[in-house]
């Protein structure tokens, strides 16, 4: 069982920041894959951003030099550093893992894909 607990949402001011955190735990050495995707009221949910365990970036194009995501691999946890906030960054965003591994008995699992968060509510709004 994995379970992931997302922190640091709330409310600022237009052009403010917040840092948003996730910490995967659950008997997990590592996992493959981490990122945030967010969803709006009346919207579906899209990807911001994400970040392999091997450091490759990639970032959905409205957030571009605003946001900054990384990781800790050795807590498991990713971390989005948002900066410069819009109104219309304004959604639900969830944490998500893919793949993360355990290791019992001298053996490696993959966990499988797509563990979420239970979302937390940024809201950006004077």
């Known amino acids: 069982q994995v379970q992931l607990a997302e922190s640091g949402g709330g409310l600022v001011q237009p052009g403010g920041s917040l840092r948003l955190s996730c910490a995967a735990s659950g008997s997990i050495t590592s996992v493959s894959a981490m990122g945030w995707y967010r969803q709006a009221p009346g919207k579906q949910r899209e990807l911001v951003a994400a970040?392999?365990?091997?450091?490759?970036?990639s970032y959905a194009d409205s957030v571009k030099g605003r946001f900054i995501i990384s990781r800790d691999n050795a807590k498991n946890t990713v971390y989005l550093q948002m900066n410069n906030l819009k109104p219309e960054d304004t959604a639900v965003y969830y944490c998500n893992a893919d793949h993360p591994i355990s290791y019992r008995n001298g053996i490696y699992y993959d966990l499988g894909s797509d563990y979420w968060g239970q979302g937390i509510q940024v809201t950006v709004s004077s």
């Open positions: 970040m392999s365990e091997a450091g490759s970036t």
